[in-house]
């Protein structure tokens, strides 16, 4: 092809993403009627909490109506994310509000986006709460999520141990309760998921507020704490029917029916009998309003649900007594996800022209090798069929106890591996790929392999003139290559988040710029990912499984892709039916029925991310096997994209 067309086609992937991120700026800010800034302000929390030396800061991004200011001001929420997510999570919240004459603070909380410290400047208890004669003992990120539920307003012999469970939503509302264009009086709090315990926080320590959403929240007994003097004011709780984590559904197996349970009608609503769904009970005049709405969705999705935006627009409305003529149903954020959604999948494509236009030149020249069509050692289709079988339930039913297992058990230098959901996935993939490289070696060397013959090169491991030889200048070549490809979206992320104040996502942190320490965490998870996609997703997948040609180099592409995504993901969707069948026919959460509550939550939740994010990586990885016929330069890119997703904005510890 030359170096043209290659270039061109590069050329023709950045100019749409920087036009998409352009669009989707012009719609965050409601075409002009919103302005939107972003910064940092100094947290109170003791330097160093989370072991670094440093002192905290919380990132923020602000939303200020047109027309408000020191002679104007106006009412204000301060939005708070859920746990693996950031500031940008709430942007649906944050526009909404804002287009209805509502400031908006969104904040990075402990130990997400840019903020410091890391989660351990929550601090943890000794205690879970649904357990409180029992002491909670393993590694200290374990101890924090198992003690999440525990506020630092509860009652002393409680919350002993907790510093902020607000993780910083306190210095946020101090922020934004100084704000001269922000009426200190009118002043509401919303989160979602951890948020939530958040906003619980929040509230508890500034009595002055006017209202609280909580977005999948868990409710408090109040015997927890002085229910005497702390009050909450005018509180609504979205409520997801199919939440996977047991304790927004107070710990039982459905959602329905809570409305008739002491915690949710007295406690909750202030009442003596049991209550209804999406009906207000109490005044907002007094701060007693009460409301449960019911969303027909999930919990990670709530965030951008339109029922519960609509809910929630108008609770604030009322409760802020902001003036608004948009109906709560007018919405325009899921517009500004989409396109951010574009911005993203262009830049991503942008690096399959790249590597041809690097292939262009002479020093890259070796990595473009084509490849045979006639002469390669295939398994007969019924080994296939039982090796593919075999890798699908291996890494479908080890995903919940391995990912759980390193998430928060696995004893691991926390201060190295500080990405806490990030140290479960390379749990479990690192296990799959041990298990896969000593098969695969005995394949090679002793089983049907070396019966049939099968080759390095017939693995993508090896050159066509040299097929039982690793060509060590080509692998750093590769390495080379990924890393200059991945740069160039890098560099896209980098402009559209200075220019535009938008990083490449989907509604959930993909791409977005390093911090010093993130990038450190960048290359502690690197080598995992590494050795995963080379092994399993490259020479297993592309060698040893590896299907016949098609006719066409695009039948070829979609059919090598599909085979691709059904072996590497098909075991998690395994997972997803085992979960959601039971729980939408009413039993509950298919991983709580069958193992335990322990296994659900977070890595079930977390699939709706993991699939189609893995999907988009294998069609850039089947892609550049077939243009370079070695496996390396798509497995290291695919890592570089892993780990970068990984480490980018998500948990820190």
Known sequence: MGRFKPLAAFIACVAAAFLSAGLASVVQTDFGRITVTSGFFETTVPDGPAGDGMAGRIAYKLYVPKGVDAANPAPAVLVMHGYQNDRETSAAYSIELARRGIVALSVDLYGHGYTRPGMRGRGWGAHKLTNLEKTVSGPRRFLIMMTFSVLDFFRPDISRGVTDSSMGGKDAYRFLESLPFVDGSRIGVTGHSMGTWAAWSVAAAFPGHKAIALQCGELIPLEYYDAGNVKFNNALLIQSRWDEFDYFRDYQRNVAGLEKTPLRYRDFMGQSTPVEWDKTYGSFADGSARRMELIQNNHRLATHDGHALAAAMRWFTSALDAQSELADSNHIYMIKEVLALIAMLAALVSMLPGFLFLGGFKFFAPLIQPLERKNLRLLPPKSRRTTALISILASGFTFPFLGQLGHGLLTVPENLFRMTIGTGFITWLTFLMIVSLIMLIHWYKKGEGRRMGVSLYDLGLADRADPGRFNWSVIAKSALAAFILAGSMYLQVCVSAALFQLDFRFIWPF?????????????????????????????????????????????????????????????????????????????????????????????MSVMILLIPQFAVFFFLSTYLYRRSGRVYTGSFIVAILASWVLCGGSAMF
């Open 511 to 603: 791409f977005k710029p390093f911090t010093p320490e993130r990038l450190g965490q960048f290359f502690v998870y690197l080598p995992f990912y590494a050795a995963f996609f080379l092994v399993n997703a490259g020479a297993k997948l592309y060698g040893q499984l590896r299907l016949p040609e098609r006719r066409t180099p695009a039948a070829t592409q979609l059919a090598w892709w599909g085979y691709s995504v059904f072996i590497m993901l098909g075991g998690v969707f395994i997972i997803v039916l085992i979960e959601y069948i039971p729980f939408f026919m009413g039993l509950g959460p298919g991983v709580d029925l069958i193992f335990s509550s322990l296994f659900g939550g977070p890595f």
